[in-house]
């Protein structure tokens, strides 16, 4: 059974930094890609980064400006989305998602495994 949990979610003034965690089991990191995606009142799922085994860490999104990042443990099967710099339009639902073993902004969200999602709130 793939399970996802997502924590390090919480309140942040404007311009600080957050770490997200992404504790994935019930797969291998070789055959699934783990992406980061966030949902805001209002507004449709974003995807933001992914990581597939055969092309790294891809952007899912342009609107980033290079302020979010995603690493990976494989050791500890887990996956880090470290954000800086954060704004208030950044608050959100952050959501790990594991899915085929490529990066396509085109994926449909059912073609995804999914996390119960994080609060993250960035206050001005």
């Known amino acids: 059974e793939v399970r996802l949990v997502e924590s390090g979610g919480g309140l942040v003034q404007a311009g600080g930094s957050l770490r997200l965690s992404c504790a994935a089991s019930?797969?291998?990191?070789?055959?699934?890609?783990t992406a980061w995606f966030r949902q805001a009142p209002g507004k449709e799922r974003e995807g933001l980064l992914c990581?597939?085994?055969?092309?790294?860490?891809?952007l899912l999104t342009d609107s980033l400006e290079g302020r979010f990042t995603l690493s990976s443990d494989n050791a500890k099967h887990t996956v880090y989305l470290q954000m800086n710099d954060l704004k208030p339009e950044d608050t959100a639902v952050y959501y790990c998602?594991?899915?085929?073993?490529?990066?396509?902004?085109?994926?449909?969200?059912?073609?995804?495994?999914w996390g119960q999602g994080t609060q993250v709130t960035v206050s001005s």
């Open positions: 990581i597939s085994p055969s092309d790294g860490v891809k």
């Open positions: 998602a594991a899915g085929p073993p490529y990066c396509s902004r085109q994926l449909a969200p059912a073609a995804y495994y």
């Open positions: 019930g797969f291998s990191h070789d055959d699934y890609t």
